[in-house]
């Protein structure tokens, strides 16, 4: 197995949840902003990959083979190989993105399906005779990863009444202040988690405990004028915290709802060069085209220093292993080396919940290990995205030229090249389309 990462600085410095929220090293900050040579090359410093640099002739005919499509008569070359080498097969069954990146070695494939198993496993309270599986709690959203990643691919809203809001939740946060050290990043919106129910809403606990809310959705029916005198009906949701179990919210809370994406090709968003996604800010709009796109630089836990956010609906993480540890202890209440309390997301003013029983006091130490952790990484960062069918066919060409025509193409740039990378041959140096699109910067019209 190659994990990397290992001997940079891994210390569980955080006792709450959303990167945004972290109170960063005070320390480390100033150097970082002080001497940014030194600590933090700025945001497009990418400690969590081991890169071989790019020659000069390798960036002139990556320029070359990311502009911008100008003709439409048919397919440009490799289109159809959605993650380049990684591509794997398009299905059109259940497991369509369920298999390890088409480049993977057997060996490797091994370890993926050792990750799949952290990845489907439920947990289950703890005090438990299966040590090793105990530890939910005391609040979650689900008792696994694939519960709202079904199938690894996305979630869905509750669709009615009887259904339930099992791969979906609110989070929640306040305003921050300025004073917050991270307000010193330019542009860092500061906020706080709420002070009673921490940075996301868990409708779930165990027996004695109760639940934070009950998630309820109203939908209005809005109807929308099309250019050709059509008109279309949508559905206008609006959100609510419903049967709160330990009290009002804050005054200011503000909810943001959540719906788990679809697990496949985040290994391959992780290994752009950040330097590629900052090019493409316009955060003043200065092209003109009605749309200023902004990158999220987040406090990185795992390395702590500012990064590139590129994970989460947000962008509010910055790496596949330090979104899934948020995961494990936000939606599952797993401990782990990047967010160490037993009791997840419980926060000082639920003291009943921080003094439950909880998972970590057998030889494990977290109630998920530095090995479980690397394990689930190397399976999420190996989702294989399938290869685009009929990128041939007229209609589909046409819907491409009206894509790149009526300017989606001003947020969704449809063609990177990742690093080359030393020890992640899988998404080293691959050209990738459109894949999952990357919510590595934030876009804005106006
Ligand atoms: C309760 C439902 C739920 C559970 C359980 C869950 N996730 Fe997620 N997952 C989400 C949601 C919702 C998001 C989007 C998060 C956001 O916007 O902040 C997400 C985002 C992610 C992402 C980033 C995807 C992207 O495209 O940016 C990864 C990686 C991920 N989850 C891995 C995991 C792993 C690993 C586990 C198990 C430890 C897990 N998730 C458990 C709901 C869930
Ligand atoms: C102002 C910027 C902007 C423009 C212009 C734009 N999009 Fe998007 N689009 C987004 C963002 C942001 C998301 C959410 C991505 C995320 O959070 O992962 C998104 C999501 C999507 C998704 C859902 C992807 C998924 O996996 O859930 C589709 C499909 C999509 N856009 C298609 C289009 C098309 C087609 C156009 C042009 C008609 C377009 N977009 C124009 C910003 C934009």
Redesign the pocket.
Known sequence: MRWRGDLRSRRPSAQML?PRMFQPNPIALALAIFFPGLIWAGPSDEPHLSIVPRTKSEAARIASVTKLATSFDQAQQFEAKSAGAATVRAMSNADAFSQPSGNITFEDELTFKVGNG??RKLWVSSPSSTLASDGLGPL??????????RKDGR?HPPEGPEDNA????L?VSIPGSSDDAISEIEGYLATLPEPTYGS?LQDLSLAGYPGEYTLQIDYEEVEVALSGGEFASLRQPTYTAANLGYGPLHPDAML?P??????IG?GL?EAIPAADILALADPDDLNGDGISGRPNIVWSIEYNEPMLG????????PT?RE??????AG??G?SNPLFPAAWGDCTAAQSDCRAAPHGDADDRGFE?DDEGLDL??F??RNLGAPARRDVDDPDVLRGKETFHTTGCTSCHQPVFVTHRLEDQPEQSFQLIWRI?I??STTWGRG
């Open positions: 959303a952290l990845f979650y959203n689900a008792r696994s990863c694939q519960r709202c990643h979630g099992i791969s979906m939740f989070r996301q943001s959540r719906v788990a994406p679809q697990m985040l968003l590129r994970f989460g609906l947000k962008a509010a993480s596949v979104q899934s540890a948020g995961a494990f939606d599952i797993i998920i689930v990484t399976y999420s999952p990357c919510s």
